[in-house]
């Protein structure tokens, strides 16, 4: 079935209006999940759209808040985001990077308590397609087990590198598990075996079953041991930077909400 995208982003709009967003807020989230999943992001599409309104429904996600700036360190940056939906938080931290980047060669926003800002790549496009370099962190609920462990103690902590050109943007985005829960859930599915092992079942054995997975719960690390002390080096970097909370913290609040996340901007030589 193909929906035309202003019919997807049009109903995406309509739900958020019924739950009492304003029409500028619901039309920017309605126009980034539309685009995420025309863009063949599924896993942060059309496929997320309900947990996203369910965690408004379980107040987890904050509709009318708005960051509110802590401390400014010239060039660096750190915000509260008061639970407002990661989407709209995310937009805006990448906006301030470039701005502090435009006045000072980089910029580097932080921020504590924002919600999921679904699919990550959208801010690297953001930073790129004003011509900059953009990297963005976030860290995550525990949901992937350290190389050599038995239980989650490490989130899938999503980088994403992007770097403009004239010819066309590189733009990376991973997360550190081999597979991010979303694409489990979308190999799930489809009741297709995921191409390469990707996870834990609940004997501890590495599996290409989808539906092992989601229910051990046990996401494996890109590059084994190596993005086991990536995971970790980033969550410690962005709760560092924001003074936020840390991926045990998230977990031990049993839901996740309130993460950390860090936007820079760089202006390249050129530019």
């Known amino acids: 079935m193909h929906i035309p995208f202003d019919q997807l982003k049009a109903e995406f709009k309509r739900v958020l209006l019924k739950l009492n967003f304003t029409h500028e807020r619901a039309d920017f989230c ?17 496929n997320r759209f309900p947990a996203f309104v369910q965690h408004i429904k379980n107040g987890l996600i904050n509709i009318d808040a708005q960051p509110t700036l802590i401390n400014n360190l010239g060039a660096i940056e750190q915000w509260d985001g008061n ?20 006045q000072n060669g980089i910029g580097c926003v932080a921020i504590k308590n924002t919600n ?3 699919h990550g790549g959208t ?26 462990g038995s239980t989650n103690a490490l989130g899938n902590n999503p980088l994403i590198i992007a770097l ?29 075996e995921l191409p390469f092992v990707g996870g834990y079942d609940g004997d501890g054995n590495l599996t290409k079953d989808p539906n092992a997975i989601i229910e051990s719960k046990r996401l494996l690390p890109i590059g084994l041991w190596k993005g086991s002390a990536l995971s970790m080096v980033l969550d410690m970097l ?19 909400s309130s993460a950390s996340q860090v936007f820079i901007a760089i202006k390249p030589f050129n530019a």
């Open 238 to 256: 962005v709760s560092a930077l924001s003074l936020g909370k840390t991926v045990k913290q998230i977990t031990d609040q049993g839901n996740e």
């Open 30 to 46: 309605a126009q980034i999940f539309a685009e995420n999943s025309r863009d063949g992001v599924y896993t942060h599409g059309l």
């Open 164 to 192: 403009p050109r004239a010819d066309g943007h590189v733009v990376l985005d991973m997360a550190i598990s081999q597979y991010s829960k979303g694409k489990v859930l979308q190999y799930q599915s489809f009741e297709d």
């Open 116 to 118: 999921h800002w679904m």
């Open 123 to 148: 801010y690297g496009w953001q930073a790129a397609d004003a011509g900059f370099i953009g990297i963005c962190i976030t860290n995550s609920i525990a949901n992937m087990v350290p190389w050599g």
């Open 83 to 102: 639970l407002a939906p990661g989407i709209l938080n995310a937009s805006f931290c990448m906006d301030r990077a470039i701005t502090l980047a435009e």
